[in-house]
């Protein structure tokens, strides 16, 4: 089991930048692959980024690719995004989430895909 807790969000203008941390419980996050989505008001909840369980491979939804960095401190048991550039577009309630995967290059980019997830931490870009 694994519970996630994320940290780092808050108001910021465009431009500016964001590291959001993802803290996890439980002995075997180093194996999993990990990911980040957001959803805004009135939307579904989308893809941002993601990392397989061999650290090797990244994905990004078109919209943050050159803007934001996924990355993975298993010393820490945590997870991160690092959002440059923020623009309003970017304002949403971002989660991560994690499944177990033995050591593999391959990532998920699927809601249906992850078996723990956060509870999800606000950004807001302004204008």
């Known amino acids: 089991q694994i519970q996630l807790v994320e940290s780092g969000g808050g108001l910021v203008r465009t431009g500016d930048s964001l590291r959001l941390s993802c803290r996890a419980t439980?002995?075997?996050?180093?194996?999993?692959?990990t990911g980040w989505f957001r959803q805004a008001p009135g939307k579904e909840r989308e893809f941002v980024a993601a990392?397989?369980?061999?650290?090797?491979?990244?994905d990004y939804a078109d919209s943050v690719k050159g803007r934001f960095t996924i990355s993975k401190d298993n010393a820490n048991n945590t997870l991160y995004l690092q959002m440059n550039n923020l623009k309003p577009e970017d304002t949403a309630v971002y989660s991560c989430?994690?499944?177990?995967?033995?050591?593999?290059?391959?990532?998920?980019?699927?809601?249906?895909?992850?078996?723990?997830w956060g509870q999800g931490t606000q950004v807001t870009v302004s204008s």
């Open positions: 989430a994690a499944v177990w995967a033995r050591y593999t290059d391959a990532v998920i980019t699927t809601v249906d895909g992850y078996s723990y």
């Open positions: 439980g002995t075997f996050f180093g194996s999993c692959a």
């Open positions: 990392l397989s369980s061999s650290e090797r491979t990244t």
